[in-house]
C-alpha cells in the first residue's frame, strides 16, 4: 500500500481572500453558522444539507431557515438529532452562540444564481458583526464594490468558491492523466442534486477505513466548502479549459499523495439537457470504474415537468459506451420510500443489471466500498 505524505492543499478556485491553505483541517475547525432560508433539505439548499452531513473544514453552529426554525437539523434532514439546531434569523443564531461565528456561509444554490436584496443586507449584516463571508455562486462579491467596501471596512474576509483563475492560468487537456496509476472512480447520477457528492464522500471514508489511501476530488462548491483538498468548481470553468482542470488536479492528486485510489464527485447527468459537465468529468479523469447514483421515486429532471427522469438502463448504456468504463454499482437516493420498498428495488436493480445495489442512509454499507474492492482485487487492504 502507499505511504502517504500529507501535503494539504485547497482549490485554486478560492479567489478573493482564499481559505487558510497551510492547514485546511485544523484541530480546530473554524466556527460558522450557514444560511439555507426557506429551502434546507430540499435541492436548492444543498450546500446547506451537505455541510450538515460532513464538514471537515468548519464547525458548523447553526442553520438558518426561519420555515423549519427550533427543529434540529440532524433529525430533519436524515433523522438523526446532530444538536446544531435550525434558527429563524441572523439575531437568533449569534444569539445562542457562545461568541460570533467567524464565518457566514451562503448555503443555498438557487436557478438564478444570484442574492436577492434580503439576502444582500443580511449579508452586509453578517461582515458588520465581523464574519467573515463563503458563497458560492457565480455572482461574486469581490468583483462588488458595496460588498467590497463592507469588508475592507470591517477586517473580514470574502470567499468567492465559484471565481476561476484568470484564463491565463488555466490548464488544457495534456494527457497526463495517463500517469495516474491507481483505480479512478466516477460516482455519477441520472439528475442533478441526487447525492454524487454524499456518496462520493461516504466511499472515500469507506475505503479510508479500510486501510487504502484513498483521495476524493471534488467538482462542485459543496465539496470545496466542506474541506476536499483537491478539488475544482467546474461549472464555474470556461469549457474549453474543464477537462484540462479537472485532469490537473487530479494529477497533482497523485503525485501529491501517493494514493491507492481515487474518487471523482460526478456533476449533472450524463443525459441531462441542462448540463455539460457530465463529459467533461469523464473526459478529465478517465475513471477506470463509475457508480450510479438513482432516485426511484423520482419522476422528473430536476427543476423540470419537460423532462422525464431517463430510464436507469438506458444511462448505464450510455455511460459506459461514452466513458469507456464499467458501471460496478448502482446507489439509491431514498427520497419518497419506506425500507420496504428500499430492498424490493435492490432486489429487482440487482437481478436486473447485474451489479451491487444499495442505499446509504438506512442499511449497512460494505455493499458500497465492496463495489470497489471487488473490481479491484489488487488493492491492499488491511
Do not use: W
Amino acid at each position: 500500500m502507499s505511504s502517504t505524505t500529507r501535503k494539504m492543499t485547497t482549490s485554486q478556485y478560492l479567489q478573493g481572500a482564499s481559505l487558510p491553505q497551510s492547514n485546511l483541517f485544523p484541530q480546530q475547525r473554524e466556527t460558522a453558522i450557514v444560511y439555507s432560508e426557506g429551502y434546507f433539505g430540499e435541492n436548492t439548499g444543498k450546500t446547506a444539507n451537505g455541510l450538515i452531513r460532513e464538514s471537515n473544514r468548519f464547525h458548523i453552529m447553526s442553520i438558518i431557515d426561519s420555515t423549519k426554525a427550533g427543529q434540529d437539523s440532524g433529525l430533519y434532514l436524515n433523522g438523526i438529532e446532530n444538536g446544531i439546531p435550525i434558527c429563524s434569523s441572523l439575531s437568533q443564531a449569534i444569539s445562542i452562540s457562545e461568541c460570533i461565528p467567524e464565518y457566514f456561509i451562503y448555503g443555498l444554490a438557487p436557478d438564478s444564481g444570484h442574492l436577492t436584496l434580503i439576502e444582500r443586507q443580511l449579508i452586509h449584516k453578517a461582515m458588520r458583526l465581523g464574519m467573515n463571508i463563503v458563497i458560492g455562486l457565480h455572482e461574486f462579491l469581490n468583483e462588488d464594490p458595496e460588498f467590497v467596501e463592507t469588508a475592507k471596512k470591517h477586517h473580514v474576509k470574502i470567499v468567492d468558491i465559484r471565481k476561476p483563475r484568470p484564463t491565463k492560468d488555466l490548464k488544457i487537456f495534456s494527457n497526463r492523466i495517463q500517469n495516474v496509476h491507481c483505480p479512478r472512480i466516477l460516482v455519477m447520477g441520472t439528475d442533478c442534486a441526487i447525492g454524487k457528492r454524499t456518496t462520493a464522500l461516504a466511499l472515500t471514508r469507506m475505503l479510508k477505513n479500510s486501510g487504502l489511501n484513498a483521495v476524493m476530488i471534488a467538482t462542485g462548491q459543496t465539496g470545496l466548502i466542506q474541506g476536499s483538498s483537491y478539488g475544482v468548481a467546474l461549472d464555474a470553468v470556461p469549457s474549453q479549459y474543464c477537462v484540462g482542470e479537472l485532469e490537473a488536479v487530479i494529477v497533482e492528486a497523485y503525485d501529491n499523495e501517493k494514493p491507492d485510489v481515487i474518487v471523482i464527485e460526478g456533476q449533472g447527468a450524463l443525459s441531462h439537457p441542462s448540463f455539460c459537465t457530465s463529459a467533461s468529468i469523464i473526459r478529465g479523469s478517465q475513471p477506470t470504474a463509475i457508480i450510479l447514483q438513482h432516485s426511484p421515486m423520482r419522476v422528473y429532471l430536476s427543476g423540470s415537468e419537460e423532462y422525464l427522469m431517463p430510464e436507469l438502463g438506458a444511462e448505464i448504456d450510455l455511460i459506459e459506451h461514452f466513458s469507456g468504463a464499467p458501471v460496478i454499482g448502482i446507489t439509491l437516493n431514498n427520497t419518497g420510500m419506506d425500507e420496504h420498498s428500499i430492498r424490493e428495488t435492490i432486489f429487482q436493480y440487482s437481478n436486473k443489471y447485474q451489479v451491487p445495489v444499495t442505499e446509504l442512509f438506512t442499511l449497512p454499507n460494505d455493499v458500497l466500498v465492496n463495489m470497489v474492492l471487488d473490481r479491484f482485487p489488487e488493492l491492499d487492504v488491511v
